[in-house]
């Protein structure tokens, strides 16, 4: 075949190859670095960032284990992530940040806090500094939510 010779291509090939093209270049555009929407869901973008409401909650391939302590008014955590953190998501939506605190205060080092527009907390990232200690919080519905955090002995997650 020289160089004007025309390829006849079946109508649909030809489809489908515009289809598949248009597929591949909406992927690779929702992973061009672009700051992902604020949203309350895990977002994973192509340089192994986690996203959450916006933000960046962790590098790497591995998605930490994320508590979602908003959807119960009381839950128990007896394991850290891998990184040795506990991930605590406090809020159902971005919007909707509330106060919390933890006790005793000296019990968890705040290593990452999430917020919204009228500076409530959305998610928390803690770094434990004791095995047994309780997060409180408000729920959207205006009752109170808490954590209990009872680590294990071996406290690698």
């Given at each position: 075949m020289s160089g004007g010779d025309k390829v006849n291509i079946p109508k649909p090939l030809q489809v489908a190859l515009v289809t598949t093209s248009i597929v591949l270049t909406t992927v690779s555009c929702s992973f061009?670095?672009?700051?992902?929407p604020k949203s309350p869901e895990i977002f994973i973008d192509s340089d192994s960032e986690v996203w959450l409401c916006g933000e960046v909650i962790s590098r790497g391939r591995a998605v930490p284990s994320?508590?979602?302590a908003n959807?119960?008014?009381s839950t128990i955590v007896e394991h850290t992530s891998m990184s040795g953190n506990i991930y605590l998501q406090l809020a159902a939506t971005c919007e909707d940040g509330t106060d919390y605190s933890?006790?005793?205060s000296e019990a968890a080092t705040v290593v990452q806090r999430v917020g919204d527009a009228s500076d409530g907390t959305v998610f928390l990232v803690l770094r434990p500094q004791a095995k047994k200690f309780v997060i409180?919080?408000?729920t959207k519905s205006g009752q109170p939510g808490s954590v209990l955090v009872r680590l294990e002995d071996d406290n690698s997650g």
């Open positions: 061009s670095g672009t700051t992902p994320i508590v979602h959807l119960r008014e933890v006790t005793p409180t919080f408000g």
